[in-house]
Every structure is written in C-alpha cells, then in structure tokens.
C-alpha cells in the first residue's frame, strides 16, 4: 500500500492516479478483513473500490486528464508534512502495543455489548446490532448526510432549463 | 526496538496519513487534493480498525465455538465513516466540475490568478 | 461498448446475479456481515454496471430518474418513520421494544426495517451520483 500512495504523489497522469486509488483501497479492504473487521472490508471494498473510483473517472472525464507541472518544489509542505508526521510518532509511542488484550479499549463498554447483545437484540452480529439498535440515532445521523450529499449533488449539477433557447 | 514491532499498524498508519496530507497541501490541481483526502480518510480507518483486533479472536459475530471476539465498536464507528467520506467526496468533486465549468481550469494557480485578474 | 458481444453476454449473465447478492447481504445482515449499506451500494452497483456497458440511457429507462429520486429520499423517511412509531406505540423515539408484545422480537422488527431504510437511501444517492456525473457532457451540455 505504501508503494502505491507514493506511485499516486508522483504521477501526473491522472487516469493513472485513479487507478491507483482503486488498487489502494483493494489492498486496504484485505488488510481490514486480515484484522477482523469483515463488515467495514465489505464496506470499504464496495465503496472504496466501487463507487469512489466510478465517481472520480466520471469527473475526470468531466474535467481533464493531466495535473500540470509544479512550478516551484514544494519544500515547505514536505517539511510540514514530516513534521506532523513526527509529532504524530511522539504521540503514538504511548498507545498499547497490538492487540494487548489489556488496553482500555476492550475493557469497558466492548464485553458488555459483546455479552448482553445476542440476549437483548437477538441479532448475532454485533456490529449490526450496535449499529441499528444501540446506536441507532447515529446512523439516522449517517442516512441524513447521504441524503444531503445527495441533494446537494443535485442542487449543484442540476441543469436549470433555459428559457426559449 | 519493541517500540517499533509492537506498533507496527501504527507506523503504517502515520506513513499512509502523512502521504496523504502531503498530497493535500502539496498539489495544485484540485482532484488529486481530493484523492489525498480520501487516502487521509482510508488511513483513519485503519487507525481505527487495528486497535480493535485481538490476536486468536474472530470477526463479532456470535456463533458457536468461538470465545474471543475482536472489540465491535470501532467498526460501527468507521462503517459510519466510510460512507460519509464517499458523500463528501461526491459532494467535492460536484464542487470541482462546476470550478472546471465556470473557470476553464483545477488548477490552483491558475484559478488564482484568474480570479485576482477579476478583482484588479 | 453494447455492440462488443462478449460484454453483453456477461453482462446480462452477471447483473441478476449482482442483485441477488445485494438483497442476500440486505437481509442476512443479522447473521453474516452486511446490512444496509453494503447491500445498497452493490445494488446501486449493478445498475451502474448494466448502464456502462448498455450505454446510459438504457440505464436510465431501466431506473428512471424519478423513481431513484423518490426512493433516495423515501429512505430517510422511513428510518425516521421507524422513530415516531416507536413514539405513538408508547416508547421513546426509536425505542425497538415496544414494537411488539416480545421485546426481542420488537427489536427483529426494529433492525430490519431501518436497515431497509438505510438500503434504500444509500442504493439510491450512489445511482443518483452517477446519473449526475455520467450524464452531464464536457463543458456542460446536456447529453
């Protein structure tokens, strides 16, 4: 995956950029899968993969196939850049070690979902109980945005009729 | 060095984050800005998702003959994520095609210059 | 693409096939990975599928423009429907248990049709967004 999101930095074709994207989120939903979390690699394969790549050659077709040359090096950005990115190292050195099953994550609210959610929702995967039935204002939240996205799609790209033309 | 193999996911994650928000600042030309933020965006995911696995557990979902389950709720929590990312990136990239339509060109400098060529 | 004869064959063989999982992924959500919007977006997928290959306007009277807008926004309604009736039944706003006389299978009920709900809205904005994005010519004419 590292090599792809550098192959996509530098490339200046930009069909060719898509085409890495798509490659990119493949290997991401086999990673997602490798550590467990079928319904997100179901999604992200669907979505990722699917979706975002035909929208991105639809307006790719709408706009134009190459990204011009840049006119100065981008030195202050890449340094920018290094610097989150070692400010973000700092930070990470504290969090647990991988699958520590001693890390607060799995310690407070996960057993109880995990324990009670079959008994409460009869509903065997948890993620979709959790999802529809504990949480469920937060995907109403979800759905609304979709919708907004939507519409605001529309309301963007609608064509309004010309008068007598 | 256990910093470095007990961590592995998050070294991953922090290279995938700082690329991708190294293309966002650093490009100029506005569709590949939105292909950096989506690869930021696929990098939270996995910030998310590897916390959550535990080494000989199973996907969560109940069934007979496993006892430990990776932890849920991330999941839930980055299956919201995922589809909200592709409606803002629809949403971006309408955004982008009307730039295209109304100024002729994504690039950055040249919509600039377009632009304050208006103004002056 | 729809006079190249290899595609058309696989194309009509394939996309049943598509739809079928995409309602099979819908309603055993409960019990394997899936839900609502996995089954939306391979829903909505197949129908981009059978437009690409057969050209956009037999895509468009296959799922007439109309119809994907209303069954977008139908969607939201009817996960926020779910809610009220939560409410007249006696509950709190989408509270499941109260949606049948055994709580448990108040919230089988509950589950099931707001993952329909999310289904619909999320097969219908993907198809939407791509009748935006395929169906509007370069420099903006109307195809």
Same mark, same amino acid.
């Given at each position: 995956?590292?090599?792809?999101?550098?192959?996509?930095?530098?490339?200046?074709?930009?069909?060719?950029?898509?085409?890495?994207?798509?490659?990119?989120?493949?290997?991401?939903?086999?990673?997602?899968?490798?550590?467990?979390?079928?319904?997100?690699?179901?999604? @992200?394969?669907? *979505?990722?993969?699917?979706?975002?790549?035909? $929208?991105?050659?639809?307006?790719?077709?709408?706009?134009?196939?190459?990204?011009?040359?840049?006119?100065?090096?981008?030195?202050?950005?890449?340094?920018?850049?290094?610097?989150?990115?070692?400010?973000?190292? &700092?930070?990470?050195?504290?969090?647990?070690?991988?699958?520590?099953?001693?890390?607060?994550?799995?310690?407070?609210?996960?057993?109880? &979902?995990?324990?009670?959610?079959?008994?409460?929702?009869?509903?065997?995967?948890?993620?979709?109980? *959790?999802?529809?039935?504990?949480?469920?204002?937060?995907?109403?939240?979800?759905? *609304?945005?979709?919708?907004?996205?939507?519409?605001?799609?529309?309301?963007?790209?609608?064509?309004?009729?010309?008068?007598?033309? | 060095?256990?910093?470095?193999?007990?961590?592995?996911?998050?070294?991953?994650?922090?290279?995938?984050?700082?690329?991708?928000?190294?293309?966002?600042?650093?490009?100029?030309?506005?569709?590949?800005?939105?292909?950096?933020?989506?690869?930021?965006?696929?990098?939270?995911?996995?910030?998310?998702?590897?916390?959550?696995?535990?080494?000989?557990?199973?996907?969560?979902?109940?069934?007979?003959?496993?006892?430990?389950?990776?932890?849920?709720?991330?999941?839930?929590?980055?299956?919201?994520?995922?589809?909200?990312?592709?409606?803002?990136?629809?949403?971006?990239?309408?955004?982008?095609?009307?730039?295209?339509?109304?100024?002729?060109?994504?690039?950055?400098? @040249?919509?600039?210059? $377009?632009?304050?060529?208006?103004?002056? | 693409?729809?006079?190249?004869?290899?595609?058309?064959?696989?194309?009509?063989?394939?996309?049943?096939?598509?739809?079928?999982?995409?309602?099979?992924?819908?309603?055993?959500?409960?019990?394997?990975?899936?839900?609502?919007?996995?089954?939306?977006?391979?829903?909505?997928?197949?129908?981009?599928? &059978?437009?690409?290959?057969?050209?956009?306007?037999?895509?468009?009277?296959?799922?007439? @423009?109309?119809?994907?807008?209303?069954?977008?926004?139908?969607?939201?309604?009817?996960?926020?429907?779910?809610?009220?009736?939560?409410?007249?039944?006696?509950?709190?706003?989408?509270?499941?248990?109260?949606?049948?006389?055994?709580?448990?299978?108040?919230?089988?009920?509950?589950?099931?049709?707001?993952?329909?709900?999310?289904?619909?809205?999320?097969?219908?904005?993907?198809?939407?967004?791509?009748?935006?994005?395929?169906?509007?010519?370069?420099?903006?004419? @109307?195809?």
């Amino acid at each position: 995956m590292a090599v792809a999101v550098v192959a996509m930095a530098t490339q200046r074709n930009l069909f060719g950029v898509v085409v890495l994207f798509s490659i990119y989120s493949f290997l991401m939903a086999t990673v997602l899968f490798a550590l467990d979390a079928v319904d997100v690699a179901m999604t @992200e394969a669907a *979505v990722g993969a699917g979706v975002s790549t035909v $929208l991105l050659l639809g307006a790719l077709y709408l706009t134009g196939g190459t990204e011009a040359k840049p006119l100065h090096r981008p030195l202050i950005p890449l340094a920018l850049a290094i610097a989150v990115g070692a400010l973000l190292a &700092y930070g990470m050195l504290g969090l647990p070690a991988f699958s520590d099953p001693e890390a607060p994550i799995h310690a407070h609210v996960a057993p109880r &979902y995990l324990g009670e959610g079959l008994k409460e929702t009869g509903v065997p995967n948890i993620v979709t109980a *959790v999802l529809a039935s504990y949480r469920g204002y937060d995907t109403l939240g979800e759905t *609304v945005v979709i919708f907004t996205g939507g519409a605001g799609v529309i309301a963007l790209l609608r064509r309004r009729r010309r008068n007598g033309s | 060095m256990s910093a470095f193999a007990g961590h592995y996911a998050y070294w991953i994650t922090i290279f995938l984050m700082v690329a991708g928000m190294y293309i966002l600042i650093a490009r100029g030309n506005l569709l590949k800005k939105l292909i950096g933020l989506a690869l930021l965006q696929t990098s939270v995911y996995l910030l998310y998702i590897a916390p959550a696995k535990l080494i000989g557990g199973s996907a969560p979902i109940i069934a007979g003959g496993f006892s430990t389950y990776s932890n849920p709720l991330p999941h839930v929590l980055i299956l919201t994520a995922i589809v909200v990312g592709v409606a803002t990136l629809a949403l971006g990239l309408a955004l982008v095609v009307r730039i295209r339509e109304t100024y002729g060109s994504i690039e950055e400098d @040249e919509i600039l210059a $377009l632009d304050s060529a208006d103004d002056g | 693409m729809k006079d190249d004869i290899i595609l058309r064959v696989i194309a009509k063989l394939v996309m049943p096939f598509m739809l079928l999982f995409a309602l099979y992924v819908q309603f055993h959500g409960d019990l394997g990975p899936g839900g609502g919007f996995q089954a939306g977006v391979i829903a909505a997928a197949a129908i981009v599928f &059978y437009a690409i290959i057969f050209g956009l306007p037999a895509g468009r009277k296959l799922a007439p @423009e109309w119809l994907v807008e209303k069954i977008l926004a139908v969607g939201v309604l009817l996960y926020a429907g779910v809610g009220i009736a939560g409410l007249f039944l006696g509950g709190t706003y989408l509270d499941y248990f109260v949606l049948d006389a055994d709580p448990v299978h108040g919230q089988h009920r509950g589950i099931f049709w707001v993952e329909v709900g999310v289904a619909l809205t999320v097969s219908g904005t993907m198809l939407k967004l791509f009748y935006m994005f395929a169906g509007r010519g370069r420099d903006g004419e @109307e195809l």
